[in-house]
């Protein structure tokens, strides 16, 4: 089961190349996978699905309709694969795992890898899913950090103020060709050409809570 799976993310991947498509379904997949053997499994993952689906066809509006309907069934077959989830052995949910990370690569060239270098400042590692109500929750969260392009928790060992954070994140896209197209509070919004990046952030004592997504 677990190869077929593979193959069928393949698939999308090959025919669909659109990184946040590959990057909703990976993160879909990794969190259905922590929570394959809660009892409800079933019932509590459809939010999760819906979620991802309703984020990868936005992706896919602008494609014809016969394109869209292929995806559509491709999607289909993944989700009939999921639902058996609770039979994989842990080789192939390793296997699983290793191929999501494979499509959806981190790089220090990221805002997170940026930031995290510059405040030498420690990521929030998720936490242990268990059989509880609340790991399904946390599926569903983690299913939804596939909708930006970036989510993440910076975990500085003092405090950072909103100025200094604002400016970094102006420096970092600066860096990359864009200018800032507007700000306010916890708010940066970064223009290049045609291209807009919105970051919007939450600073807290311990703390800071960032997302990235193209709003083009």
Known sequence: MGPLLIENIQEIVEKYPFPKIHRILACLIVALLKIRHHPNYLSESIEATTIAKRGMTKVLRDLDHAMRVEFEMKIFAIIQIMALFAELKDG?????????????PTSEETLKG?????????LKIDPVYSDSDFAIQLAILETMSGLYDEKFVLCP???ITDEIITQTIIDFFANKGFSLYKKSNHFVLMKK???????????YDDSIHITVENVS
């Open 92 to 104: 192939d949910v390793d296997a699983i795992n290793q191929y999501c990370e494979k499509i959806t």
């Open 114 to 122: 940026f930031m995290r270098n510059h405040f030498n400042a420690d």
């Open 157 to 159: 060992s003092e405090k």
């Open 193 to 203: 050409d045609d291209e807009l990046i919105n970051i919007v952030f939450s600073n």
